[in-house]
Nanobody
Framework: QVQLVESGGGLVQPGGSLRLSCAASGSIRAYAFAWSRQAPGNQREYVAH????????TYADSVKGRFTISRDNAKNTVYLQMNSLKPEDTAVYYCNTSPVRLDWGQGTQVTVSS
């Protein structure tokens, strides 16, 4: 089965930017993908979605205009560019196919704090 590895998280000040990567161990061409996040004490929530070819991208209202999802099928990688970060964006970020078909990766921690 294809394995997913998220990376790129870290500590950033409010207003800063991060670029997350989701590297797959096999081909992602056949799959739509989504990023989700989970903050301590909260349920996992949807963040962004991208179709197989990347032609359609949708976002949660909370990140619209600040986050951009993209993909490079040749590199088997999905990205999440996060700009204008806010403290409420602090969470562990995960990627998976949409709908979910693969085991979840370990996620990558994003902390937005001054």
């Amino acid at each position: 089965q294809v394995q997913l590895v998220e990376s790129g998280g870290g500590l950033v000040q409010p207003g800063g930017s991060l670029r997350l990567s989701c590297a797959a161990s096999g081909s992602i061409r056949a799959y739509a993908f989504a990023w989700s996040r989970q903050a301590p004490g909260n349920q996992r929530e949807y963040v962004a979605h991208i179709t197989t070819g990347g032609g359609t991208r949708t976002y949660a209202d909370s990140v619209k205009g600040r986050f951009t999802i993209s993909r490079d099928n040749a590199k088997n990688t999905v990205y999440l560019q996060m700009n204008s970060l806010k403290p409420e964006d602090t969470a562990v970020y995960y990627c998976n196919t949409s709908p979910v078909r693969l085991d979840w990766g370990q996620g990558t921690q994003v902390t937005v704090s001054s």
